[in-house]
C-alpha cells in the first residue's frame, strides 16, 4: 500500500515541476521582448536629427584659441573665490575654424553667461568642471545655430583652470 502511494505521488510532483518551468520560461521569455520592444529605438527617427545638429566628423580637428583667460568671482558657503579659466574651443574643418575666428566677441560672452553663473561648489569637483564644459559648449552651439544656422563647434576644452 506504501509503494502505490509514493507511486502516485511522484507523477504529480512532476508535472508540478514541469509547469513551474515552463511558466518561468514563459515569464523570461516575455519580459525579454518586452525589454527589447520598449527599449529598442528606431534608427530611422534618430538619424536626420543626428545629422541636422552634428558637426561634421571626417574633417581634422583645429582649436581656435582664446586669447585671454575668463578670470571671475563665484559664490561659496564660506566666502567668495576667484576663478581663471583658459579655453580652447575644438572645431572641424577650416570653414568652421574662420567662422569661429569671425564669431569670437559672441562665444567669449556666450562663455562669460555661462560661466557667472557657476557656484564654488559646483567647480571644487571634476564632474562639475566637467558639466560646466559641456553646458559652455551647448550654449555656444546654440548661439552659433541661431546666427549661422549651424553649431559650427565641436566642444569647449578648459586648458587652465584655477580657483583661489
Known amino acids: ?3 502505490e502511494q509514493q ?3 511522484a507523477p504529480k510532483g512532476k508535472s ?27 534608427p530611422a527617427e534618430e538619424t536626420p536629427v543626428a545629422e541636422e545638429a552634428a558637426v ?14 575668463f578670470v571671475f568671482n563665484v559664490t561659496g558657503d564660506k566666502k567668495d573665490r ?14 568652421n575654424e574662420g ?3 569671425h564669431h569670437s566677441p559672441l562665444i567669449e560672452s556666450t562663455l562669460l553667461s555661462t560661466f557667472g553663473v557657476a557656484t564654488a561648489e559646483q567647480l571644487r569637483t ?23 544656422g549651424q553649431p559650427v563647434i565641436e566642444k569647449v576644452l578648459f586648458t587652465d583652470f584655477v580657483m583661489q
Open 126 to 148: 571634476p564632474l562639475g568642471r566637467g558639466q560646466l564644459r559641456d553646458q559652455a559648449t551647448d550654449d555656444i552651439k546654440a548661439a552659433l545655430s541661431q546666427l549661422v
Open 82 to 95: 576667484l576663478v581663471q579659466i583658459k579655453v580652447q574651443i575644438m572645431v572641424r574643418g577650416s570653414e
Open 99 to 101: 567662422t569661429a575666428k
Open 56 to 69: 561634421p566628423t571626417n574633417e581634422p580637428a583645429s582649436y581656435v584659441n582664446i586669447p585671454q583667460p
Open 1 to 3: 500500500m506504501a509503494e
Open 16 to 42: 508540478k515541476l514541469l509547469i513551474i518551468i515552463i511558466a518561468v520560461v514563459v515569464l523570461l521569455a516575455g519580459g525579454g521582448g518586452a525589454a527589447f520592444f520598449l527599449m529598442g529605438s528606431d
Open 7 to 9: 507511486d502516485a505521488d
